[in-house]
Each structure stands twice: as structure tokens, then as C-alpha cells.
């Protein structure tokens, strides 16, 4: 199982950085997505890295807000979230894709934690 952490009540403008490890599992030949779930919607597409950690892609709608990364050497991924805003209040989760190659697909993710409350303040 994943484990995100870093979540946490901040104020419109604010920022926070989400961590994803996965103790006891490899994370460094996959590709890794962060995904968000807001009360009452679907869970929706953030952001997605490919296994060496060379190729991003964002939802246009944090483009150029967050930004994603990660360290093999220590099984880690990031999530730096800029400029919050209200709207980017939801529940965050870190999944593992099913191959090194970045998808923004649910199903082509397969390992899941059990998210992280972002709560971002107007």
C-alpha cells in the first residue's frame, strides 16, 4: 500500500508539498500519478510522472501550480502544490502505474494509498 502524507488546512495563495512512499514495495520502475477526489465528485486526473522522473504531465487546470517529482534512491514521490485555491480542496491520492510510461487513465494505475485531506481556505 501507498502511504501519502502532507496534507492539511491552508489558506488561498498557500502551499503544501504531499509526500507518496510505499514501505516494503518498489515504486522506482513505475510510472506514478497523483489523482484528487472533491465531496460529491468523481475522482479526477492531477498529475502524472514517468519512472526516471523525466517526463510530467498536468491536469490544465494546475498547470503551472504544481509540480510533480520523485526520488528512486529513496522511494519517494512529490507533490508541490502552489498558489492553492479553494477549488483545490479534495482529498489527494498517490497511485502506481502498471508500467514505466506516464497515463493520466485510472485504470492504467493499479497500487493506491489512502489519500491525504487538502483543504485550502478562500
Known amino acids: 500500500q501507498l502511504v501519502e502524507s502532507g496534507g492539511g488546512l491552508v489558506q488561498a495563495g498557500g502551499s503544501l508539498r504531499l509526500s507518496c512512499t510505499a514501505p516494503?514495495?518498489?515504486?522506482?520502475?513505475?510510472?506514478m500519478g497523483w489523482f484528487r477526489q472533491a465531496p460529491g465528485k468523481e475522482r479526477e486526473f492531477v498529475t502524472a510522472i514517468n519512472w526516471t522522473g523525466g517526463t510530467t504531465t498536468y491536469a490544465d487546470s494546475v498547470k503551472g501550480r504544481f509540480t510533480s517529482s520523485r526520488d528512486n534512491a529513496n522511494n519517494t514521490m512529490y507533490l508541490q502544490m502552489n498558489s492553492l485555491k479553494p477549488e483545490d480542496t479534495a482529498v489527494y491520492y498517490c497511485?502506481?502505474?502498471?508500467?514505466?510510461?506516464?497515463?493520466?487513465?485510472?485504470?492504467?494505475?493499479?497500487?493506491w494509498g489512502q489519500g491525504t485531506q487538502v483543504t485550502v481556505s478562500s
Open positions: 497511485a502506481r502505474g502498471r508500467g514505466r510510461l506516464i497515463t493520466s487513465r485510472l485504470d492504467d494505475y493499479d497500487f
Open positions: 516494503g514495495h518498489t515504486l522506482s520502475a513505475y510510472a
